[in-house]
């Protein structure tokens, strides 16, 4: 078929604010801007305003007030056909008494396109995705992978600018959950359209973004790669909501150090590590968590508790069991101190 004509385009929210009640702002003034054909990923704790802010680009939400432009475009009262945008819902939401093609050619069918112009638009689209020849196969009779392609192209008929997925892997088992990121990841890069992705999941948000945007009640905490957000959280929130990071509370003041970023031997007296008590060993393939308990003489309050990460060969070579008392250190450059909180 040919090429679809170029589709990227950046969206840019401006003091975008969603009040649902007096007492609760769900989106509080975030200020964002996507780049053009990035594949950006919202990710959150539940009830944080990923969802509200998606629906507000949609358009199947109405803003309290703020903007949002498409390509420059004012869209923010536009109705949510008249967009650009297009969303994909979880579990992808396909019809199951309709074929493929008829999913696909759903949104056609509905502006009143002729059957023969929609059914021909639709199984372009099919092509395109690799599922041409699945065409007349009900959801039902399609693989989980087959019935994304089919949710994507139905999507796509739209002709969006920018896709806009709702959780679309969370009711998946997490097998297939990987393989279809993986497969939305290549889709995006192909297409290169917009993504915007909503998710809980920190995991799936590193594997899948150019741009993650980390929110917390409402705003945001946190804009970045994946690279920067995990290696330096701006916030306390962001450091434990990513995981793998142990927030201390030291003389010099709150800092996060990585599990896996902690050296661990056995306590000996005069060495200068922090003084804990492993309490927990956690197998977990090619890495053994372990729980930790600081002791009186740490940097940080006695008694908190710390992960460590350790390589299963570093393990091995030195295992540790619940009651060993042992001695912690890490590089000066990988505790990353926070900049001074904001104020709320
Ligand atoms: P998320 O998708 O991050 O889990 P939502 O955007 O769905 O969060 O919700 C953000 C906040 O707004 C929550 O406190 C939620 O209870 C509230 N909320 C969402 N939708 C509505 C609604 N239609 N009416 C009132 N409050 C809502
Ligand atoms: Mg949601």
């Known amino acids: 078929m040919n090429a679809l004509p170029p589709l990227a385009a950046?969206?840019?929210?401006?003091?975008?604010?969603?009040?649902?009640?007096?007492?609760?702002?769900?989106?509080d003034s975030i200020n964002l801007r996507i780049a053009?054909?990035?594949?950006?990923?919202?990710?959150?704790?539940?009830?944080?305003?990923?969802?509200?802010?998606?629906?507000?680009i949609a358009g199947h939400e109405s803003t309290t007030s703020g903007d949002i432009l498409l390509e420059n475009r004012n869209i923010t009262h536009l109705p949510a056909a008249g967009r650009g945008t297009a969303m994909m819902f979880q579990s992808f939401a396909l019809f199951p008494h309709l074929s493929a093609l008829d999913n696909v050619a759903f949104s056609l069918k509905m502006k009143g396109v002729a059957k023969d112009a929609r059914h021909r638009q639709a199984q372009d689209l099919l092509e395109r995705v690799a599922m041409g020849h699945l065409s007349a196969r009900k959801p039902g009779e399609l693989s989980g992978g087959q019935q994304q392609r089919v949710a994507l192209a139905r999507a796509l008929i739209t002709q969006p600018r920018v896709l806009l997925l709702d959780e679309p892997l969370s009711a998946l088992d997490p097998f297939l959950r990987v393989q279809m990121r993986a497969e939305l990841r290549r889709w995006q890069?192909?297409?290169?359209?917009?993504?915007?992705?909503?998710t809980h999941s920190q995991e799936e948000a590193m594997a899948l973004a150019d741009t993650m945007v980390v929110m917390n009640h409402g705003r945001i905490e946190q804009v970045g790669s994946p690279h920067e957000v995990y290696n330096r959280p701006a916030s306390?929130?962001?450091?434990?909501?990513?995981g793998g990071h142990?927030?201390?509370?030291?003389?010099l003041g709150k800092v996060a150090v990585r599990n896996d970023h902690i050296h661990l031997a056995p306590l000996a007296h005069g060495d200068n590590g922090w003084p804990a008590t492993v309490h927990d060993?956690?197998?977990?393939?090619?890495?053994?968590?372990?729980?930790?308990r600081l002791a009186e003489g740490s940097g940080a309050g006695a008694g908190d508790n710390v992960s460590v990460m350790l390589p299963e060969a570093t393990f091995v070579q030195r295992p540790y069991a619940p009651g060993d008392q042992v001695s912690m250190t890490w590089a000066a450059w990988q505790a990353h101190t926070f900049p001074p909180t904001l104020a709320a």
Do not use: W
């Not at 950046?10 to 989106?27: F, H, N, P, R």
């Not at 890069?189 to 909503?198: A, P, R, S």
């Open 246 to 251: 142990n927030v201390l509370e030291t003389t």
């Open 10 to 27: 950046g969206i840019e929210l401006i003091a975008l604010t969603k009040q649902y009640a007096l007492d609760s702002v769900a989106v």
């Open 36 to 56: 053009s054909g990035s594949y950006c990923c919202l990710l959150g704790p539940s009830g944080c305003g990923k969802s509200t802010t998606l629906r507000m």
């Open 189 to 198: 890069k192909e297409l290169g359209l917009t993504f915007i992705h909503v």
């Open 236 to 242: 306390e929130f962001v450091a434990r909501f990513m």
């Open 281 to 292: 060993v956690e197998y977990q393939g090619n890495h053994v968590l372990l729980g930790l």
